[in-house]
């Protein structure tokens, strides 16, 4: 595989950074993942704009103008032939003395690289997920999307250990998001109910075109916190983000929504979100 690791394209075993990177040492870093389907990228603009924001939050500057970030993502297209799949962006402060205050007049680094992956026809959206409530351990800012990835990482393992496919977390008796998606229920009279934008969850790319579809679609939206309790009774339930565009919830917490296979909104979803990406 080809990667991008500041200025240069390389082979992957090639590609290196400083063991000083404050990505490395304090998880000091934003990244987004975009999705490629039939070779074009998806969502670009808003994932785009999502990044100029985390990394205003934390003080750092663009690494690239937004032309060029498009320009290495269509070149790692192309050098890694990717149809379908996702490509992973990291922008981390850079390498400087061990020290908690951030260092000045450093570069950051810029890495990226694609991931093949089926994405529209995959078998999980026939399946649809089981979802195991976890407690949200996360940090306060999940508005800026960091690398600092060890708590959703771990709240996903203990999902796993319950022999589920993914967690919603649970903050103050309300789910916030999935380990990596936005977390969706319909009720029982055809509203979907998401958590409203704040600092406690990611501001999905794809939740916003999800949105304006269903609006659309003339689906009625409710954002607000939801509770554990209205997802075991819901219709159904989804999550979106850019690695499973519209993904179908079957299960939740061990109780299995309506006939325990993909709902109508949520189907009905996914097909026009990637109708439009096409
Ligand atoms: N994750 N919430 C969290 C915590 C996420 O990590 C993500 C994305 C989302 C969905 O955002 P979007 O629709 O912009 O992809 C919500 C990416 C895909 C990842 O970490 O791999």
């Known amino acids: 595989r080809i990667v991008y690791v500041n200025g240069e394209f390389v082979p992957e075993e090639d590609a290196k950074i400083s063991v000083f990177d404050r990505g490395f040492l304090f998880a000091d870093g934003v990244y987004e993942v975009t999705s490629i389907l039939d070779g074009k990228l998806v969502d670009f603009p808003g994932h785009m704009t999502r990044l100029a924001r985390s990394l205003s939050e ?36 850079g390498a400087a003395d061990r020290d908690f205050t951030y260092p000045v007049g450093v570069k950051p680094s810029l890495v990226l690289f694609s991931q093949a992956k089926q994405l529209a026809d995959t078998p999980m959206a026939e399946k649809g997920l089981k979802i195991a409530f976890v407690e949200d351990i996360r940090w306060g800012r999940r508005d800026i999307k960091t690398v600092q990835l060890l708590a959703p990482s771990m709240c996903k393992m203990a999902a796993k250990a319950q022999g589920c496919d993914d967690a919603w977390m649970i903050e103050d008796e309300h789910i916030t998001e999935g380990t990596s998606n936005n977390a969706y229920i319909v009720t029982k009279d055809g509203a979907i109910v998401t958590r409203n934008l704040s600092n406690s969850i990611l501001h999905g790319i794809t939740r916003a075109a999800v949105l304006r579809l269903a609006a659309e679609a003339q689906i009625r939206i409710e954002e607000r916190p939801f509770t554990p309790e209205e997802a075991r009774n819901a219709q159904e339930a989804f999550v979106t983000a850019a690695s499973s565009f519209v993904m179908p919830v079957v299960e939740v917490d061990g109780v299995t929504l309506g006939d325990g296979t993909p709902g109508p909104i949520a189907k009905r979803l996914r097909e026009l979100y990637i109708a439009e990406a096409r």
């Open 58 to 93: 934390l003080e750092m500057d663009a690494p690239v103008s937004d032309e060029e970030m498009e320009a290495i993502h269509r070149r790692l297209i192309v050098e890694n032939d990717l149809t379908e799949g996702l490509i992973y962006l990291q922008v981390t402060r």
